[in-house]
């Protein structure tokens, strides 16, 4: 039975990716701060949905703490390290930027620093579309050029890459980082746009739309996003690949690739709201604002090289995604 380490387990996109292992025979030890960035009972509910199963395992720690998260994985000596833990939001990471650089990047060192310890046969990580930052070429390639991060959420997620890129290229670990395209579906944080303006309209309170509702994005539903993560698993990099595999982001000099996991659809905003609306057969109260700060008008993601790798790209319509999050929402919240 292969071992795998995930961070963040009681956050949205671990918790989904940890379900879906158990159910396909790994053993699965997670790591989670179950800081109280939003609702911690969200989170604990979350885990004790995994640990109704004898495969999983946990450890409640701050990834700031070393020793205690060296000593973890030492013990459980996982096969493959799965590092999605993070201070999210962008949002937030305009009022409390300490905050980010505390969490994703001291925190990540530590992951980094343990893989290199264990040898870790892969390890995986999770960085973003927000990477891209400035960038207006899409769909966005995974070998652009992302110098221009227009938040520290997205500057503390471009050096998780470049530190995993100098640790693969000196111990010859075998590293592949996720970039995420806006994943959404059951379970999800409260702060993420699905989550507020299903709850607001339920509420009848008036949601935010951003730069008047000229915004585009390109909405993953959770479920094809953790099972592109679960078929990765196995596609460790390797230097021979830039010989073998299409558009490949495979560094000359090192065993490390970035890779989009996106739905690879630009959805505009208001189309998204309306299927919220239609959905709900209720009106929602719009307030139409500015451009909110460090916020960019579009992602699209261009996900060939997920596609010549794993011979699957996430296709669930949004309207699809949209429906079965305000399924469970209305269960979770028994309205």
Known sequence: MKKVLITGTAGFIGFHLANLLLNEEFKVHGYDSM?????????KKRHKILSQNSNFSSTIGLLEDFEKFKFMALDFNPDFIIHLAAQAGVPYSIKNPRAYIDTNIIGSFNVIEVARELKTKHLLMASTSSVYGANDQMPFTETQKTDT???????????????????????????????????YGPWGRPD????????????????????????????????????????????????????NILNDSISAVAPFRVVNIGNSNKIKLLDFIDTI??????????????????????????????????????????????????????EYYNI
């Open 192 to 243: 993420m746009a699905l989550f507020k303006f299903v709850s607001a309209i339920l509420k009848d309170q008036p949601i935010d739309i951003y730069n008047k509702g000229e915004m585009y994005r390109d909405f993953t539903y959770i479920d094809d996003l953790v099972f592109a993560i679960k078929q990765l698993i196995n596609k460790v990099p390797d230097l021979s690949d830039k010989k």
């Open 149 to 183: 991060q227009l938040t520290i959420y997205a500057a503390t997620k471009k050096a998780n890459e470049n530190m995993a890129h100098t640790y693969s290229h000196l111990w010859n670990i075998p590293v592949t980082m996720f970039r995420f395209f806006t994943a």
């Open 277 to 330: 609306e239609e959905v709900l057969k209720k009106k929602a109260i719009r307030n139409y604002m500015p451009m909110q700060i460090g916020d960019v008008p579009g992602t699209w993601a261009d996900t060939s090289l997920l596609k010549n790798l794993i011979n699957y790209t996430p296709n669930t319509n949004f309207k699809d995604g949209i429906s079965k999050f305000i399924k469970w929402y209305k």
């Open 35 to 43: 800081s109280d960035y939003y609702d911690v009972n969200l989170k």
